[in-house]
DNA sequence: ATTGAATGAGACGCTATAGTCTCATCAAGG
DNA sequence: CCTTGATGAGACTATAGCGTCTCATTCAAT
């Protein structure tokens, strides 16, 4: 029952953490139809369980992002699978995003920082074999997919796509853009 | 005076507010060079800052939109440039992403809709001119260039872009992705 | 049936922060 | 010089929300 009660908590919190990140303990008590005191018992304080939230979410994002790169042969079919499997991921980072006081948290920024650095290794590693824009800056393919990841995570949210078209839409864009007319500027010669 | 103690303490709100939400009004102040009862003066409460805030940032964007969309002879071209201009005027709302309160705030989030509602009639009409990939929804154009605007905003916020070269880059991303080899499924036969 | 762990409910104290008010100061204009 | 309006400093109050603690209850395991 512990690990039940914990879960619920968890979820409870991430859902209304990402409606508002000001959300009091005793809200997302109630929302996880809990005791307030079961929740200072489990996770200590307020930034105690966005801590486990938090690390949940990277441990979480971490591991199919692992697997996803397992899976490839190549890094550009590796960065395309990450950017797929980080999507499908969505639901448990995306409360990060207003919350503003684990930007305080070492442990929690650093391993954003890590997580956006391995990122741009792989955009590297697929730039050299050839995928990637030479005229566009490293930084900024690593500034855009994670744009486009959370367009794409929040869309899904929002009901606006499925998850499998928010994937597909979202390398789709990433590779190839939104423009029907392509100029191929850097591609083979016709 | 008046005004520029009104401008010194928006300004401050603005940058204050970007790095965390929750600054509380004494820490505004303070960085406005401002006395804390000055704030309430002027603005009469904390959610009053934040909505004048907002509305400031909401009238500078629809500024810049406007002035951009009158210089265009094209749909595809309006577009072109309210994106850049929108990336350029980045820095007066970008503070509105974290903002959780004003979400709240009716007249705020309508105007939010109301310029997400007017950038889809622009992609729309970009459509119509053959720019926009069939085999894109709508929604998604609208979300990715949404997304691609605040990485571009992000990035110049963080010293990692230039301005123009931000403008440049989100605007080439939008239209053409980051892939060197372009597939142009739905370009002219070649 | 008994025991122990987990829980729910709620009282309580504490702190941070919003918001109000007063008073002294200062600058500008007449 | 005098007046007026804006400001800064700071005291004061009210409240929301965190964290602690206690006690009764429930439920599972023995």
Redesign the interface.
Known sequence: MALATRERILKAAGTALLR???TTVDRIATEARVGRATVFRHFGSRAGLLRALAVRAIAETDSVTRQAAAHACTATDALRLVTRAVVGAGESFRFL??A??L?DELEIAEAYRRQLSELADLVRAARRE?????D??T???V??????I???C??VGDG??GVVQ?QD??W?????????????????A?
Chains 1, 2 share one sequence.
């Open positions: 508002n990140p000001n995003d207003s503003a006081e930007q050839g995928f990637i824009r030479p566009v800056p930084a900024w393919v500034a855009s997919i994670d744009g486009l959370w367009a794409g929040r869309a606006e796509l928010a839409l979202v789709e864009t990433i590779a190839n853009g939104l423009s029907a007319e392509r100029k191929r500027r850097y591609g083979p016709e």
